[in-house]
């Protein structure tokens, strides 16, 4: 049996997942230290999720054009060729290294090889698609609130510089108080931005959104410890604190959604995965399958049972001769059978 099975080549690749940071998630994490290492969230498995895209119908079905396996393994549906292709590829996944391990099985040596590497290729493309589009989203969704920010700031200019100054407001060293209430209103919109662009690509129960709403609350928080409410009767001083700090906010937050758009570009411009390839599939020189020695053992051992159960069987039937009993019923049913009915002898 194993010499009438057609010989198979096994083409293994592998590749290790790494965790990677993107400069818009780097701004993030800057904004508060505390949280830096959580960036990146901590949903999923990455590992799992690269399986999950490997063995997709998407991908299965640009190998099989890839590789015009249908016609090559003469099928005549597709999908009997995605279903030889689904039991001829294995996937092995280290959850604690990150390895993925790819092993795919043909006649062919060399095209094993090739749809093992394609495997990885196919992955990176994909991969690379998901950033581009993600980085996309945020890029265009920066633009548009830089443009809001911008108009903000210049009409804050306008008014401080229409507001004047005197001694009073001098006094009144406005300075320290402003430029901490603008940094942090700054960083409360940023942050706003922040989630509203992530949930813009993450579901609202991801760990992202729930730490970008976790930041959010922090600093809402800090803000209204130190708001104080706004005296209509304070004079120039106050009008000119007030336009200063109108100013200084709209400032901050114009320069951190700045950043987040620059970052974003950064992200929409990269070209790099967050995937190492480990070791390529090499042309094998040595069948995997069909194993001579494990079918040779596999048969010798069916036969050694099946011979045990014939000799069982013929020592039975020689002792149900022997038996009397036996004898006087079959001689009594032969007795009734008419004389034509063939007998045994």
Same mark, same amino acid.
Do not use: C, M
């Given at each position: 049996?194993?010499?009438?099975?057609?010989?198979?080549?096994?083409?293994?690749?592998?590749?290790?997942?790494?965790?990677?940071?993107?400069?818009?998630?780097?701004?993030?994490?800057?904004?508060?230290?505390?949280?830096?290492?959580?960036?990146?969230?901590?949903?999923?498995?990455?590992?799992?999720?690269?399986?999950?895209?490997?063995?997709?119908?998407?991908?299965?079905?640009?190998?099989?054009?890839?590789?015009?396996?249908?016609?090559?393994?003469?099928?005549? /549906?597709?999908?009997?060729?995605?279903?030889?292709?689904?039991?001829?590829?294995?996937?092995?996944?280290?959850?604690?290294?990150?390895?993925?391990?790819?092993?795919?099985?043909?006649?062919?040596?060399?095209?094993?090889?090739?749809?093992?590497? =394609?495997?990885?290729?196919?992955?990176?493309?994909?991969?690379?698609?998901?950033?581009?589009?993600?980085?996309?989203?945020?890029?265009?969704?920066?633009?548009?609130?830089?443009?809001?920010?911008?108009?903000?700031?210049?009409?804050?200019?306008?008014?401080?510089?229409?507001?004047?100054?005197?001694?009073?407001?001098?006094?009144?060293?406005?300075?320290?108080?402003? =430029?901490?209430?603008?940094?942090?209103?700054?960083?409360?919109?940023?942050?706003?931005?922040?989630?509203?662009?992530?949930?813009?690509?993450?579901?609202?129960?991801?760990? =992202?959104?729930?730490?970008?709403?976790?930041?959010?609350?922090?600093?809402?928080?800090?803000?209204?410890?130190?708001?104080?409410?706004?005296?209509?009767?304070?004079?120039?001083?106050?009008?000119?604190?007030?336009?200063?700090?109108?100013?200084?906010?709209? =400032?901050?937050?114009?320069?951190?959604?700045?950043?987040?758009?620059?970052?974003?570009?950064?992200?929409?411009?990269?070209?790099?995965?967050?995937?190492?390839?480990?070791?390529?599939?090499?042309?094998?020189?040595?069948?995997?399958?069909?194993?001579?020695?494990? /079918?040779?053992?596999?048969?010798?051992?069916?036969?050694?049972?099946?011979?045990?159960? /014939?000799?069982?069987?013929?020592?039975?039937?020689?002792?149900?001769?022997?038996?009397?009993?036996?004898?006087?019923?079959?001689?009594?049913?032969?007795?009734?059978?008419?004389?034509?009915?063939?007998?045994?002898?």
């Amino acid at each position: 049996a194993s010499l009438l099975q057609p010989l198979r080549f096994s083409g293994v690749a592998s590749f290790v997942v790494q965790p990677q940071l993107r400069p818009s998630q780097a701004v993030a994490a800057g904004a508060l230290p505390a949280l830096a290492g959580l960036v990146g969230g901590a949903g999923a498995s990455p590992v799992d999720l690269h399986v999950t895209i490997l063995r997709s119908q998407t991908v299965s079905d640009r190998i099989i054009d890839r590789f015009d396996l249908q016609r090559s393994w003469g099928l005549a /549906w597709r999908v009997q060729a995605q279903q030889r292709l689904s039991r001829r590829v294995s996937f092995g996944v280290g959850r604690r290294d990150g390895l993925v391990q790819i092993q795919v099985e043909d006649e062919n040596p060399q095209r094993a090889a090739a749809i093992a590497n =394609e495997y990885v290729q196919e992955l990176r493309n994909t991969l690379r698609s998901f950033a581009l589009q993600e980085a996309r989203a945020r890029r265009q969704f920066y633009d548009a609130q830089l443009l809001r920010a911008r108009a903000d700031l210049a009409a804050a200019q306008q008014q401080l510089q229409g507001s004047g100054f005197d001694r009073a407001a001098l006094r009144a060293q406005p300075s320290a108080a402003a =430029e901490r209430y603008s940094r942090l209103s700054a960083e409360l919109g940023a942050a706003e931005l922040r989630l509203a662009a992530t949930r813009r690509v993450r579901a609202d129960g991801s760990a =992202e959104v729930q730490q970008q709403q976790g930041e959010v609350a922090g600093l809402r928080a800090q803000l209204a410890g130190i708001e104080l409410p706004r005296d209509a009767s304070a004079g120039a001083a106050s009008g000119y604190v007030s336009r200063l700090r109108d100013f200084r906010q709209a =400032e901050a937050l114009a320069e951190s959604i700045a950043r987040q758009a620059e970052a974003a570009r950064v992200d929409e411009a990269g070209d790099a995965v967050p995937l190492q390839v480990l070791d390529s599939a090499k042309l094998p020189e040595w069948p995997s399958s069909p194993r001579p020695p494990l /079918w040779a053992a596999v048969g010798a051992l069916a036969a050694l049972l099946a011979a045990a159960a /014939w000799v069982l069987l013929r020592h039975r039937l020689a002792l149900a001769q022997l038996d009397l009993v036996r004898q006087q019923r079959v001689a009594l049913i032969r007795s009734v059978l008419p004389a034509s009915w063939p007998r045994r002898r």
